[in-house]
């Protein structure tokens, strides 16, 4: 029996394009080897080209285009003649939000192999799942500009809902739960922002209490910088708002390898009638853009994470087990993990031991 998923396809911008490819060559690769698992791509040249020749980021039917199919797979959008709020908003926030798909997920590990900054840290060692409300928070898009000159005025709202805020907690908890997980941290900054972080930290202990065999922890985002870096042994579930889970998910990036490693999926767990959409943490680095040096790594893992919510478990965890292996042995790896070999050369690699693993 064939058992086909139809995966959209969005190269994007940047290394976007260039990391994709790896991810499909991988996706490929696994077909071969789990016979009746079969991918249908179909993919869309949409992003700041497309926004440059028809004024916008996809067409007005984008959306529609979308949903029919059981999963989303992007590389990045961004690029330095268009502004990045233009272009986010026209792409990326519209799927997210317009599908409802209000868990990001973006798990670190530092694999065996790879060097951490921190000292005294080796493989294995820090192993962190930042989940991110992706629907709403300081990404509600409320607000306005008025005024020329003197008289400029911008309004910049934060929508915090309890359903909202509710719901991404409770997934963390059950996260954690389903995964031996032990501990949940929320981060906020209810100090400073009275309303909608105040309504997070309250529902945060209700929350809480219903799993009492989860440790909790609340800090403030502030302090939860600072300790990520100073002891990332301590944290295993962070839950953030849109914002805060963002910047948290580069910063626990940068401990474990980079944003060459850090895989992202955003999905809703309890309705898929509209898809998934999976997208590395990392932009689309113009700096290194075009050269064939990116790390596909981090958009390979997003396949694996795109494999589980696809309910291919198996094929996931040989892709990841493939990723390990590449990172453990040192041998092919791109410039940002301190070697000379090519974005393809990694999604090379990553496929011969796939090829021969199973
Ligand atoms: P970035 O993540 O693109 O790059 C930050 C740094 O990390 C750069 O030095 C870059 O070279 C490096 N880097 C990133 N990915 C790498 C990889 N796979 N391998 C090796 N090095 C890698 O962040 P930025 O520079 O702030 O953003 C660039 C553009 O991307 C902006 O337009 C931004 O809005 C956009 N962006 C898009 C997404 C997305 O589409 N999902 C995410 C983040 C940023
Ligand atoms: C990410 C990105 C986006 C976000 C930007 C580009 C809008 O930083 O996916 O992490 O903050 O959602
Ligand atoms: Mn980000």
Not at 65 to 81: H, N, Q, T
Not at 100 to 125: K, M, Q, T
Not at 187 to 216: C, H
Request: proline residues 5%.
């Amino acid at each position: 029996m064939k058992k086909t998923h139809h995966i959209a396809i969005i190269p994007g911008d940047g290394i976007g394009k260039e990391v994709v490819s790896e991810g499909v060559k991988c996706l490929n690769a696994l077909s071969a080897i789990f016979e009746p698992m079969q991918f249908e791509f179909q993919s869309f040249s949409w992003g700041s080209d497309y926004f440059l020749q028809h004024g916008m980021m996809m067409p007005e039917n984008g959306l529609e285009i979308l949903k029919g199919f059981d999963a989303i797979y992007l590389g990045a959008v961004g690029d330095p003649r268009i502004p990045d709020d233009v272009t986010l908003h026209g792409l990326l926030l519209p799927i997210k939000f317009g599908f409802d798909l209000y868990v990001g997920l973006r798990p670190v590990y530092l694999f065996p192999g790879v060097d951490c900054p921190l000292a005294h840290i080796s493989g294995g060692e820090i192993d962190i799942v930042v989940i991110r409300e992706n629907t709403e928070g300081e990404y509600s898009n409320a607000g306005g500009i008025v005024g020329i000159g003197e008289s400029e005025l911008a309004i910049q709202s934060g929508l915090f809902t309890r359903k909202g805020i509710e719901r991404i907690i409770t997934f963390a908890f059950n996260y954690a739960r389903q995964k031996g997980r032990k501990k949940v941290t929320s981060a906020t900054k209810s100090n400073a922002q009275r309303y909608g972080m105040v309504l997070w930290d309250k529902i945060f202990k209700e929350v809480a209490s219903r799993y009492p065999e989860i440790r909790t922890e609340s800090k403030l985002i502030d302090a939860a910088c600072m300790d990520v870096v100073r002891n990332p042994k301590g944290y295993d579930v962070i839950v953030a708002s849109n914002l805060f889970a963002d910047i948290l998910s580069d910063l626990t990036a940068s401990v474990t390898g980079g944003m060459g490693l850090a895989p992202g999926a955003s999905f809703n767990p309890k309705d898929k009638t509209y898809p998934g959409f999976f997208d590395p943490v990392h932009g689309s680095a113009p700096d290194i853009a075009g050269k064939g040096v990116a790390n596909p790594i981090a958009a390979i893992l997003t396949a694996k994470l795109m494999l589980d919510y696809l309910g291919e478990t198996e094929a996931g965890e040989l892709l990841y087990r493939a990723v390990s292996q590449n990172l453990a042995e040192k041998k092919v790896r791109t410039i940002d993990l301190g070697g000379l070999s090519k974005t393809n050369e990694v999604g090379d690699d990553i496929v011969r031991i796939l090829r021969s693993s199973k």
